[in-house]
């Protein structure tokens, strides 16, 4: 793979995830991305950076794909939906970071850092990139279902990039304005976040909680063959950060499993054990790895333990995408970009 040369699209390249994966893709060590941004119209003539290379966003149109060979879809659900078609009339593989195509037949869910759910194959039209909070909750669970899990309770708490720029000024804008006593925006949320904690959002919000939930269970379940979504419980809390994706996991063992053994299996490769300081929204910003920290706790059925857990969903998803990515351009012709 070395050397080997790819053209990619990014989709909704002005939007944080697309920055995100931008960014990602430039710092690619086993490939060089010939890269093209794309975006809305309004987006279109602005000026991106991707590692040490300026970039300019162009304005998104059916003919944007000619010579893609990988399209990936970091914007909104609409754009998703408006735009795939062609860049599979075109001949790209395509990676859906939106979730807009889930459902669609020939339509996998992956995270190939799991072992569990399908393998694109050539029948396959495109790839959703699993949710990162289902893919921190599934780490664990591969993790430790050969040690006799039986339970897994999650309660997650979701940071305002889940809702891209938007939902990251309005939380800004909402603290602005109760420090200075002015009425709080509420045009995503619709309800106060900032300095709160909620369960659910306004009726009027751009986003639900229990959809994102039900996303977040749905590939949980995929990539762990199904297995999991009978033994998790999960619950979805909107908390006033910016970025990052925290969880309170408690996982209960049948029979004696001891501390020790957790701490080896939840211990290597993406995932990182800490003891000090806590794993914090801060402290996993801009990094690759998950941070996890574990306590004993008691249970009547067997072995018990809290996991407190910390990832950057921005790096995490657009890390994941790019594997999904790999794994689509692997079944292609190998003849690249001159």
């Given at each position: 793979?070395?050397?080997?040369?790819?053209?990619?699209?990014?989709?909704?390249?002005?939007?944080?995830?697309?920055?995100?994966?931008?960014?990602?893709?430039?710092?690619?060590?086993?490939?060089?991305?010939?890269?093209?941004?794309?975006?809305?119209?309004?987006?279109?003539?602005?000026?991106?950076?991707?590692?040490?290379?300026?970039?300019?966003?162009?304005?998104?149109?059916?003919?944007?794909?000619?010579?893609?060979?990988?399209?990936?879809?970091?914007?909104?659900?609409?754009?998703?939906?408006?735009?795939?078609?062609?860049?599979?009339?075109?001949?790209?593989?395509?990676?859906?970071?939106?979730?807009?195509?889930?459902?669609?037949?020939?339509?996998?869910?992956?995270?190939?850092?799991?072992?569990?759910?399908?393998?694109?194959?050539?029948?396959?039209?495109?790839?959703?990139?699993?949710?990162?909070?289902?893919?921190?909750?599934?780490?664990?669970?591969?993790?430790?279902?050969?040690?006799?899990?039986?339970?897994?309770?999650?309660?997650?708490?979701?940071?305002?990039?889940?809702?891209?720029?938007?939902?990251?000024?309005?939380?800004?804008?909402?603290?602005?304005?109760?420090?200075?006593?002015?009425?709080?925006?509420?045009?995503?949320?619709?309800?106060?976040?900032?300095?709160?904690?909620?369960?659910?959002?306004?009726?009027?919000?751009?986003?639900?909680?229990?959809?994102?939930?039900a996303k977040i269970s749905r590939h949980l379940g995929v990539l762990s063959g199904g297995v999991a979504a009978d033994t998790m419980t999960l619950q979805l809390i909107q908390?006033?950060?910016?970025?990052?994706?925290?969880?309170?996991?408690?996982?209960?063992?049948?029979?004696?499993?001891?501390?020790?053994?957790?701490?080896?299996?939840?211990d290597g490769g993406v995932l990182q054990l800490l003891d000090e300081p806590s794993p914090s929204n801060e402290s996993v910003a801009g990094e690759d790895e998950i941070l996890l920290s574990i306590t004993t706790t008691k249970s009547k059925e067997g072995s018990a333990f809290w996991v407190w857990m910390?990832?950057?969903?921005?790096?995490?998803?657009?890390?994941?995408?790019?594997?999904?990515?790999?794994?689509?351009?692997?079944?292609?012709?190998?003849?690249?970009?001159?």
């Amino acid at each position: 793979m070395a050397g080997r040369k790819l053209r990619g699209a990014v989709v909704g390249a002005g939007s944080l995830l697309g920055k995100e994966l931008a960014e990602e893709l430039n710092r690619a060590k086993n490939v060089v991305w010939d890269l093209t941004l794309l975006d809305a119209a309004e987006a279109g003539g602005q000026i991106t950076a991707a590692g040490d290379e300026a970039l300019v966003i162009q304005p998104i149109s059916a003919d944007s794909f000619a010579g893609i060979d990988v399209a990936f879809f970091a914007g909104d659900e609409a754009t998703t939906a408006s735009f795939w078609k062609a860049a599979h009339a075109a001949g790209a593989s395509i990676v859906d970071l939106t979730g807009a195509l889930e459902g669609q037949p020939q339509v996998l869910v992956r995270a190939p850092s799991i072992e569990g759910s399908a393998v694109p194959d050539l029948a396959t039209v495109a790839v959703v990139s699993a949710h990162p909070a289902a893919v921190m909750l599934a780490l664990v669970y591969a993790r430790l279902q050969p040690l006799g899990l039986t339970r897994m309770a999650a309660t997650m708490l979701q940071p305002a990039s889940e809702c891209g720029s938007a939902g990251v000024e309005e939380v800004h804008q909402q603290a602005v304005g109760l420090l200075t006593f002015k009425p709080l925006k509420k045009d995503i949320y619709d309800t106060q976040v900032a300095f709160n904690v909620v369960a659910s959002l306004g009726d009027a919000a751009k986003v639900s909680l229990e959809t994102v939930r039900a996303k977040i269970s749905r590939h949980l379940g995929v990539l762990s063959g199904g297995v999991a979504a009978d033994t998790m419980t999960l619950q979805l809390i909107q908390v006033p950060v910016f970025h990052g994706y925290t969880a309170s996991v408690f996982l209960e063992f049948m029979g004696g499993v001891e501390e020790s053994a957790v701490r080896v299996a939840l211990d290597g490769g993406v995932l990182q054990l800490l003891d000090e300081p806590s794993p914090s929204n801060e402290s996993v910003a801009g990094e690759d790895e998950i941070l996890l920290s574990i306590t004993t706790t008691k249970s009547k059925e067997g072995s018990a333990f809290w996991v407190w857990m910390a990832a950057d969903n921005l790096r995490l998803a657009a890390r994941n995408a790019v594997a999904c990515a790999m794994e689509l351009a692997d079944l292609r012709p190998t003849s690249g970009v001159n």
